[in-house]
């Protein structure tokens, strides 16, 4: 049982993920992939928060950690989506638009991981 509940996470994930990359492409346009960052940053946060409930904490039961982390979080994210869109931008010539996004993505990705944590851990 506990297989289905990771893909009912990764179900909602993934129509939280479609959801909110579309919203704010339709938004602030699809030059750049804002969308694609806004759901990396978000998904990090969030996966600092459940690391530190679930594993450092143990706030949240054990059996909570593969459906909300693996399933919701893991399709949530959209990594590959991410280095897919640089590497496309890279190919059209937009190396600098291509290189902005890698590097935003990662360290903005980064201190939202860290700030998922504090939160996780003041909980």
Known sequence: MHIVYIGIGGFVGAIARYALDGWVADRVGRSFPLGTMVVNLSGALIIGILFALTIERAALSPELRGPLMIGLVGSYTTFST???????????GAWLLATTNLAASGLLGVGALIAGLAIGRAL
Do not use: G, I, K, Y
């Open 82 to 92: 991410l280095v897919l869109e640089s590497w496309r931008m890279a190919e059209d």
